[in-house]
């Protein structure tokens, strides 16, 4: 089993930026492929990113493409989400979630462990 949990979220103005970390427990956090996610109010979980088992490969979703980037460390356990040119779209809970598996998945169904959520809040 896997423990995840975030932190770094918080409240920006539009144009700024935030770093979201996400810290694992267990010993084989290299085996597992993270995600982030997002859920605004009145909507459904959207997917962000993902990012591989080695770090090697990323994915994103079209409308954060080019403004976030997604990263780990196999040493720290530590997944993170820098956000740069924030706007207020993104204001949202942010998850960090975990997969066994080698496919970068963009599906929240197939992740089997998740953060508490992270709130970020743009102002415009």
């Known amino acids: 089993q896997v423990q995840l949990v975030e932190s770094g979220g918080g409240l920006v103005q539009a144009g700024g930026s935030l770093r979201l970390s996400c810290a694992a427990s267990g010993r084989t956090f290299s085996s597992y492929v993270l995600g982030w996610f997002r859920q605004a109010p009145g909507k459904e979980r959207e997917f962000v990113a993902v990012?591989?088992?080695?770090?090697?490969?990323?994915y994103y979703a079209d409308s954060v493409k080019g403004r976030f980037t997604i990263s780990r460390d196999n040493v720290k356990n530590t997944v993170y989400l820098q956000m740069n040119s924030l706007k207020p779209d993104d204001t949202a809970v942010y998850y960090c979630?975990?997969?066994?598996?080698?496919?970068?998945?963009?599906?929240?169904?197939?992740?089997?462990?998740w953060g508490q959520g992270s709130q970020v809040t743009v102002s415009s």
């Open positions: 990012i591989s088992m080695s770090g090697g490969s990323t």
């Open positions: 979630a975990s997969r066994t598996g080698g496919v970068l998945s963009d599906q929240s169904r197939a992740y089997a462990y």
